[in-house]
Nanobody, 117 residues
Framework: VQLQASGGGLVQAGGSRRLSCAAS????????MAWFRQAPGKEREFVAS???????SYADSVQGRFTISRDNAKNMVYLQMNSLNPEDTAVYYC????????????WGQGTQVTVSS
């Protein structure tokens, strides 16, 4: 299984960015997909998840600003990030989980998002 995240970069505060994650080697439509992030000196934290049927969940810190989506035909999951602020600076990881709850089974390599003030 491979999860390849992309789309990171440098963005100004208030700007937007879309991250993509390409999945291979798994039955994509059967997996819960999620985004996590890890800022320097901090633990990795949950950002958003999308279930097999499309229902979404968000961390309070990104609710209303970020949108997770998936394209089962393309084995892709996306994270649209709007109204970015410097506190969103982190390495963003995509993850996949077969079960409806519990630990994630697979992780991507991460993509860096840096928000300048």
């Amino acid at each position: 299984v491979q999860l390849q995240a992309s789309g990171g970069g440098l963005v100004q505060a208030g700007g937007s960015r879309r991250l993509s994650c390409a999945a291979s080697g798994l039955t994509f439509s059967s997996y819960v997909m999620a985004w996590f992030r890890q800022a320097p000196g901090k633990e990795r934290e949950f950002v958003a998840s999308i279930f097999q049927i499309g229902s979404e969940s968000y961390a309070d810190s990104v609710q209303g600003r970020f949108t997770i989506s998936r394209d089962n035909a393309k084995n892709m999951v996306y994270l649209q990030m709007n109204s970015l602020n410097p506190e969103d600076t982190a390495v963003y990881y995509c993850a996949a989980r077969k079960a409806l709850a519990g630990d994630y089974d697979f992780w991507g390599q991460g993509t860096q998002v840096t928000v300048s003030s």
